[in-house]
Structure formats: structure tokens, C-alpha cells
């Protein structure tokens, strides 16, 4: 088939069933501008996942929701005993984001699932789609909740310590929020942040997981190609800076007497640009900035900013972490500030499973349709599972590139392509 005939395939799945429901979905926390809101356990979150455990009941896929509020739907295979497959991704969204990025994996596992029942397929080993807890870290600044709790990486007790210390901005704790949503009745009932070992599986009860995402990226529309497979997911290094100086009178306080903390930060956020820069590699970004004491007529004394360090490559990640972290220190003692940099989450990249890619790569093929292969730039879920099982992920073709926004999209038609690969991949993974 060629690459710009998509609508000539013949379907196994049902694409129409699909794209109907991923439009339903996205009304849910749909704003005036088009775009969409859920963030972590928020009451379009809480709204969202309901929605999603009707679908799951209406499609008789037993679903169950685990302490960590990750939500399942499965088929129990004939020798349940075996490593089950796992298809996965998130509801959350960023704020005002698109309807694609987390939802169409989720959806597409559904289908995935609905399409074995409805040929009669009882597969030889258990298979699950799989919802899980706030991937984006939107509301918190505290991201792969649920996907930490099933790995277990962090271990229960570390991981509850850092959901009682991070906070929204109502200053509510996860903590808090985990436990009042354990009461919107049955299923979130099993929700339990005093018990999130509960959460975790083991090593050996899971063959692979697998995710399908929009691309959030050029590269596939630049090579006209509705579909690539990932090699390799790029880790990530998330931290907290704090640069505190004196506030004081903006029209009494001489230049040179100043410990201007803005000014200490606007210079430390340039070195950062230029160590990204330099690193050949490694991407570096400030998303948030807070100046206190926010007045127009007073020198900031205190400036507290975000940091996302990204990088395929682990050792040139960190070693570009340690020269931002260094240049910050220098550039606070410099000017006689104080700074804090307070590490929130580490993940290092992970490579994706030669068996996981070759299934993917023989359904393109018997399709048949062009194999393209391209890392990603962003974090998932996957890279998180990584530690737990052989992971892979199917990247779907983004218009202009374009996501965490409104006008995020993908075409029914590579939409619909995308599920029909991920089904074919996950018949030679059962």
C-alpha cells in the first residue's frame, strides 16, 4: 500500500467505533478556546475516568482499578498463568491541551481488545489495557504516578513521601486529593496512597507493554508517513531552583548595592540555554517562573523556577546536569544570593525491545506499508515500564507537529491505520 493511500485499507478494527469515542472522550474538560483540561484527579479527571470504566463495562472487559488509581480492562487469556501483554497510556491532560496525547492509546487498546471478542479470540495468555494515573504531572509538577506505583521503582513508602509533598496550587496535597477520591464510590474505592505497594506486579507476570502516541513532532509529516516505531524514548531530570537575594526599594536601592534574585536567574536561564546548547544533544527548558514579591516598585527578592533536562543519551544527560547545576551555584555565589536546587524526578532513557519493534515492523510489512524508525523526544509511560518489561511504542503522525495545545491533531484515517498496526502487533505478542 502506499503511503499516501491509507483509506484504501482494509480494517480489522473498527475505526469509526474508535474516533467516535476518542471525540466523546475529548468534550469531557473541552474549554471555550477547544481545548482540554483533565488534570490529575480533578473532577473532569474524575468524570473522564468514569466515563472510561462504562466503556470498559459496556465492552464486558471486567475492569478493576488498582491503589494507585490506574484503571484496567482485560481478557483473561487461556493459561492465565502465562506473562500477561499490557496496552496502555493516559487520560490527564497538560492544561488546555489537545484530545490525542494519553486518551488515543488508551482508546486504541479498547479497541484493540473489543476486536479479539468480537472474532471469537481467546488468546493463549492474558492481555490488558490499561489507564494509568497521571502521566503529564500537570497539577502536582509531579509526573508517572501510576506507571512508578505498577514498577515499584521508587518503592511504596518513597513514593507516598513525595505525593504528600508535592501540592497544587490550592497548596492540597496528592495525598489528600488520592484520598478523596478513594470515596466517588465503586471502583475508586480501591484507590489507597497508604498501600500503594498494592499497586505494584511483578517481573514476571508481564511480557510487554506497549503504547501508541501522537508523534508531538515533524518528522513523520515531513516524511509523509502516518506511522513510525520508536527506538528509543529520551530520559529526563526534573528539578526546582530557588535563587534568593534582599528585596528592597526599586527607586532607594543603588545598582550596586542590589542582590537582585531576577536578575541572578535571567542569567542563570541564559547559561542553561547555552549548556543545552552546547551539549550537542541534551535539551534544556524553564517552564515556570514565580517572582516574589511580585511588585512593580520592589527588587525581587526571591525567584523560584522549573527545570527539564531531556537526552537519549544517559551519561551526556547527566554530565549536562551537573554543568547547569554547577553554572547556578556559581552564578548565585557570584552575586552573593543563595540558591536551592531541589532534584522532584529523574528517569533515564530506555531503548526500546528488539522483539516488541520486529512485531511492529511485521505488521507495517504485511500490511503492507513503509517501516520508519525515529526516537522520542518526549517522556512517556513507557520508558517507566521499561524497568518492569520489554516496552515499544507506535508513534502517530501530529499535523504541523503541534500538541499540548488546542489545535493538537491526527487524521481519522492515520488514526484508525495506527490501531490496525497495534492490533496485528499485539496477535504476534499473545
Not at 30 to 35: L, M, R, Y
Not at 394 to 405: D, E, L, Q
Request: charged share 25%.
Amino acid at each position: 500500500m502506499e503511503a499516501n493511500n491509507i483509506e484504501s485499507l482494509h480494517l480489522t478494527i473498527n475505526g469509526k467505533r474508535l474516533w467516535n469515542q476518542l471525540m466523546d472522550l475529548g468534550k469531557i474538560g473541552e474549554e471555550d478556546n477547544g481545548g482540554v483540561t483533565r488534570t490529575s484527579l480533578d473532577q473532569k479527571d474524575i468524570e473522564a475516568r468514569k466515563w472510561f470504566l462504562n466503556l470498559l463495562e459496556q465492552a464486558d472487559l471486567s475492569p478493576y482499578m488498582d491503589a494507585a488509581g490506574n484503571i484496567f480492562g482485560q481478557i483473561i487469556g487461556k493459561n492465565p498463568e502465562l506473562p500477561a501483554v499490557l496496552i496502555g497510556s493516559h487520560l490527564d491532560t497538560v492544561n488546555s491541551g489537545g484530545c490525542f496525547d494519553g486518551a488515543m492509546g488508551v482508546l486504541m487498546g479498547v479497541e484493540v481488545l473489543c476486536t479479539l471478542k468480537e472474532k471469537g479470540i481467546q488468546p493463549e495468555r492474558t492481555i490488558k489495557v490499561v489507564s494509568l494515573t497521571d502521566e503529564e504531572g500537570a497539577r502536582f509538577d509531579y509526573a508517572f504516578v501510576g506507571s512508578t506505583a505498577l514498577v515499584g521503582t521508587e518503592g511504596a513508602d518513597k513514593l507516598k513521601e513525595n505525593l504528600a509533598a508535592a501540592t497544587d496550587k490550592e497548596g492540597i496535597s496528592y495525598l489528600e486529593v488520592m484520598r478523596q477520591a478513594s470515596l466517588e464510590g465503586e471502583y475508586f474505592n480501591q484507590i489507597n496512597p497508604d498501600r500503594l505497594e498494592l499497586a505494584q506486579v511483578r517481573e514476571k507476570d508481564v511480557k510487554a507493554y506497549i503504547e501508541v502516541h501522537i508523534e508531538q513532532g515533524k518528522v513523520l509529516e515531513n516524511e509523509d508517513l502516518a506511522v513510525g516505531i520508536v527506538t528509543g524514548i529520551s530520559g529526563g531530570e526534573w528539578a526546582e531552583v530557588t535563587i534568593t537575594g534582599e528585596a528592597g526599594h526599586a527607586g532607594t536601592t543603588w545598582m550596586n548595592e542590589r542582590k537582585d534574585a531576577l536578575t541572578a536567574a535571567a542569567e542563570c536561564i541564559l547559561e542553561i540555554e547555552k549548556i543545552a546548547q552546547d551539549s550537542s544533544g541534551s535539551v534544556a527548558t524553564v517552564g515556570k517562573l514565580e517572582v516574589k514579591p511580585g511588585s512593580s516598585n520592589v527588587i525581587p527578592g526571591r525567584v523560584d523556577f522549573t527545570l527539564d533536562v531531556r537526552d537519549i543519551d544517559n551519561e551526556r544527560r547527566e554530565n549536562t546536569i551537573a554543568k547547569i547545576y554547577d553554572s547556578i551555584r556559581a552564578i548565585a555565589a557570584d552575586r552573593g544570593l543563595r540558591c536551592e536546587i531541589r532534584p522532584v524526578q529523574s528517569l533515564a532513557s530506555v531503548m526500546s525491545s528488539p522483539s516488541v519493534m520486529k512485531a511492529v515492523k511485521d505488521s507495517l510489512q504485511e500490511i503492507p506499508y513503509p517501516v520508519y524508525e525515529l526516537p522520542s523526544g518526549a517522556a512517556h509511560d513507557a520508558m517507566v515500564l521499561g524497568e518492569l518489561t520489554d516496552i515499544g511504542m507506535i508513534f502517530i503522525r501530529s499535523k504541523s507537529g503541534i500538541s499540548h495545545h488546542p489545535d493538537e491533531w491526527s487524521s481519522f484515517e492515520d488514526v484508525a491505520l495506527g490501531c490496525e498496526v497495534l492490533y496485528r502487533t499485539t496477535l504476534k505478542l499473545l
